[in-house]
């Protein structure tokens, strides 16, 4: 480090914030400004033994230098001009620059020992102290000493006084830097002095020539290199709102640039999708899908007839599907999977469905066996608890073709695991699934050079940006609409003061032969939070309600436990249900008829409009009421109010998405850091619609650079986009 470190005599380390000594200081205003790379060498890659701060940079994902380039300051400090110290006062509050001789340095010691530098310019004086110093600052700030001086101004009992300003010794024709300071997010590992360096020596390297044609970037935006010139060092007189708010064209640039590479990616992915070969799995008239279709106690709603013909004609195809169903909670997906099974197996081929957990599975398991058993499908069912020798059969059954249908959790997708002809998988809650594990399914065909199709389902809607940008590789189907005869759930919000009459309310609910759920968020006491766990509000609910059977269901219980718990309370033995979120997702039990979650305001709105939707999926009237813990803050009060104002999924989510961001909705797609980190949906819908636009043509004309764009800024990282 010490190589690296200004060499800067006149450089009080006061106080050392590091073994290097290294402070915010002296040297870099010089350096920066003018563009000369201060920093000799590549910061992180060059060295053997990385120092403090190079592995401190290392952690924050500062390695190339791109990575570098792309840190972009939290804001500027303005070292560009001085102020007169008789002026400075009027800064109140706000750091500024002065310059002046010193005319005397001196330690005292009451009321404790500090140093005092008492400095003038030409029209003022001012006094600057430190209480932390170093033995030598004395001398080096002997009297008649030129400091330029940086600091906030504040009005001690001898006049102005700075304390632990930023100092340098100067000389009356040392320059003044030419641009704003940039002030970089970092940690405590790593001096932002340091830090600066590195960025400006990296951005004067880093390969950012301009990569697209002339014309294709939007008329009036910079290049590259120019808008991260800019947005690193402002010339001074540059509008700094219009960087905070990341309005000004520089940071424009930018934003288009990591859109215009997020939908290239996906574009990519979507070509050499459409390049692979997959089973054409036509329908038979008076197949399979037409007689579990007959054999429906309902018809399908003009909703689901439409997604159920969207998923056909992809399956037709010779190539693979990669759909999207989303439908709110209760719209009736699973039907439509099956039909979608119904039309795989009926070709001759194996359907695989994956759920997040063993309860959702099981649930699947169900439906799809109560459906398609009868009409002569032979079913497997694989899960994580499943060992031994019933594991073995169906791993046969599986791997001869004798099971067609094939329902389970991620176990399937195990080593071990062999389909014999797979065609068709399905994802329930898709984004649930780390990325790695549906790209592991959908190589499950490889070895027969035939991808299958996939389709995943979401009851979480992907608002319409989502959809363009970080989904746009996907096909969309929506079923927009529920099944008739659904009473629309009635939603309180009520002080976990309240908590007797909840309690006497369920205990009309079960005279009436309902059923109940009570959602808790925690297992188990933890110090740091107060939350009632499942455990004391089983007990409290057992006690309460006497004669009525309660059931606790949480996520350390063993899967069998679990099962056992569920196929009671689907059964209608268990009439109160404690559990923790393990229910969160995809529970059918249309008895069920009051949905108590308790501390709401501890969960997302997409999560509680999940938990909402396990009730009301029969014709009984149904409510749901959300307890919380006071006090609760405005937003608090305000998220909670909107699930009692609306139960439209799409709605909730886009009001989750405003409060929230995207992280949500992406889940697992997260963990392949294709996250936007410039570009914010909410806002530039304009710039992404033009990325959108641009990407297909440019990817025809210049497929190099459109290659060499997604590069630039996903590195090895796109792969994971296609997922
Ligand atoms: P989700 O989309 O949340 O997975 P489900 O597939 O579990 O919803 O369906 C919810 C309930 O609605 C189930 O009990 C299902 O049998 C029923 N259902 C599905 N489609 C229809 C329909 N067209 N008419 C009547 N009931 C339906
Ligand atoms: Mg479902």
Redesign the pocket.
């Known amino acids: 480090m010490a190589a690296d470190a200004p060499a800067a005599p006149d450089t009080p380390p006061a106080p050392p914030r590091d073994a290097s000594g290294d402070t915010d200081a002296p040297g870099r205003a010089a350096s920066t400004a003018s563009g000369r790379p201060a920093m000799p060498a590549a910061p992180a890659v060059a060295r053997q033994a990385a120092s403090g701060p190079q592995r401190a940079m290392a952690k924050l994902g500062l390695l190339r230098d791109i990575d570098l380039a792309l840190h972009l300051p939290l804001r500027y400090e303005d070292e560009t001009r001085l102020t007169p110290i008789a002026q400075a006062r009027a800064h109140a509050a706000e750091a500024v620059q002065v310059q002046g001789k010193v005319r005397d340095a001196r330690i005292d010691l009451h009321p404790r020992r500090q140093l005092i530098v008492r400095l003038a310019d030409a029209g003022g004086e001012l006094l600057l102290r430190f209480l932390h110093f170093h033995p030598a600052q004395p001398k080096q700030w002997a009297p008649g000493r030129l400091l330029r001086v940086r600091g906030e101004l504040r009005h001690g009992f001898f006049g102005p006084e700075m304390v632990h300003p930023t100092v340098r010794v100067v000389d009356a024709d040392t320059p003044l830097p030419a641009a704003l300071t940039p002030v970089y997010p970092t940690s405590a590992q790593l001096p932002q002095a340091y830090l600066r360096k590195a960025v400006a020596s990296a951005l004067a390297r880093a390969p950012l020539h301009e990569l697209l044609p002339p014309g294709s970037v939007p008329l009036g935006l910079p290049g590259l290199r120019d808008a991260l010139q800019l947005l690193h060092h402002p010339a001074p007189g540059t509008a700094l709102a219009t960087l905070e708010d990341r309005s000004h064209p520089a940071w424009q640039r930018l934003k288009f640039d990591e859109l215009l590479a997020q939908q290239i990616a996906q574009r990519i992915a979507r070509e050499e999708r459409a390049a692979l070969a997959a089973p054409a799995l036509a329908p038979r008239a008076g197949g399979l899908a037409d007689r579990l279709r007959g054999a429906l106690p309902?018809?399908?709603?003009p909703a689901?007839q439409r997604v159920v013909a969207e998923i056909a004609a992809d399956l037709a195809r010779a190539r693979p599907m990669h759909r999207l169903l989303q439908?709110d909670?209760?719209?009736?997906?699973?039907?439509v999977a099956a039909l979608a099974a119904a039309t795989a197996i009926d070709a001759g081929w194996q359907c695989a469905v994956m759920a997040p957990t063993e309860i959702l599975a099981e649930q699947h398991f169900r439906k799809l066996v109560q459906w398609l058993e009868p009409l002569g499908v032979t079913t497997a069912w694989l899960t994580g608890s499943r060992r031994g020798k019933g594991r073995r059969a169906m791993l046969d059954a599986v791997e001869s073709g004798a099971a067609s249908l094939v329902v389970g959790t991620q176990a399937m997708i195990q080593e071990g695991v062999i389909f014999a002809r797979l065609a068709l998988a399905i994802v329930d809650e898709q984004h649930r699934f780390g990325v790695a594990q549906r790209l592991a399914l959908r190589r499950k065909l490889d070895a027969q050079a035939l991808e299958p199709h996939l389709l995943m389902m979401s009851?979480t809607p992907i608002p319409r940006t989502l959809a363009m940008s970080y989904f746009a590789d996907l096909d969309v189907s929506t079923i927009d609409a529920l099944?008739?005869?659904r009473t629309p759930i009635l939603t309180k919000v009520f002080a976990d003061g309240r908590r007797p009459q909840v309690v006497a309310r369920i205990a009309d609910e079960v005279a009436q032969g309902k059923q109940v759920y009570w959602v808790c968020p925690l297992v188990e006491e933890s110090e740091a939070l107060d939350l009632k766990n499942a455990t004391a509000t089983h007990a409290e609910l057992a006690a309460a309600l006497p004669g009525a059977e309660v059931g606790l269901l949480h996520g350390r219980m063993a899967a069998a436990d679990k099962a056992a718990v569920m196929a009671h309370f689907v059964a209608g033995q268990i009439a109160v249900l404690v559990a923790t979120t393990v229910i969160e997702v995809?529970v059918?039990v249309?008895n069920a008829s009051l949905m108590v979650v308790e501390h709401a305001e501890r969960f997302g709105l997409a999560q509680l409009h999940q938990l909402r939707?396990r009730v009301g999926?029969g014709a009984v009237a149904s409510a749901c009421v959300l307890l919380y813990t006071p006090p609760l803050s405005e937003t608090g009060k305000a998220r909670l109010r909107a699930m009692a104002e609306t139960t439209d999924g799409f709605e909730i989510a886009r009001r989750d998405l405003a409060i929230r961001g995207p992280g949500e909705f992406l889940g697992a797609r997260q963990s392949g850091d294709a996250l936007l980190r410039f570009a914010d949906l909410q806002h530039d819908d304009a710039l992404l619609a033009t990325a959108r636009e641009l990407a297909p043509r440019l990817l025809a004309t210049h497929p190099e650079a459109a290659r060499a764009q997604v590069a630039r800024w996903f590195g090895g990282k796109a792969e994971f986009l296609k997922a």
Not at 298 to 301: I, N, Q, R, S
Not at 329 to 335: N, S
């Open positions: 309902w018809a399908l709603t689901q439908g909670v209760g719209a009736g997906k699973t039907v009851a099944p008739p005869g995809g059918d249309p939707g999926r």
